[in-house]
């Protein structure tokens, strides 16, 4: 099993920053990817940013050139940085990692980030 625990949402105004950690702990031999998936009230759950542990990323086009996700594998954790917030971001923040050639998917419990406008 692997467990993660994210931290770092909020409350933010509009054009603000927050960064969101999440820890990874548990059989994490052998995750392949993590990333960031949000969901908002009444919304489907969806991809946000992800990275491979060669440091490949990925974004969704609405946080192009605003967020940034990196990975200390040191530490096992993954990162979410987040500037110039909109109120569309508003959302629960869920940390994801898959693991394994099956790609075994794990999430944390997600985390809440409001943007004021």
């Known amino acids: 099993q692997v467990q993660l625990v994210e931290s770092g949402g909020g409350l933010v105004q509009a054009g603000g920053s927050l960064r969101l950690s999440c820890a990874a702990s548990?059989?994490?031999?052998?995750?392949?990817?993590m990333g960031w998936y949000r969901q908002a009230p009444g919304k489907q759950r969806e991809l946000v940013a992800t990275i491979t542990s060669g440091g490949s990323t990925n974004y969704a086009d609405s946080v192009k050139g605003r967020f940034t996700v990196s990975r200390d594998n040191a530490k096992n954790t993954v990162y979410l940085q987040m500037n110039s917030l909109k109120p569309e971001d508003t959302a629960v923040y869920y940390c994801?990692?898959?693991?394994?050639?099956?790609?075994?998917?794990?999430w944390g419990q997600g985390t809440q980030v409001t943007v004021s406008s």
């Open positions: 994801n990692a898959k693991r394994g050639l099956t790609l075994t998917t794990y």
């Open positions: 548990g059989s994490i031999g052998a995750i392949t990817v």
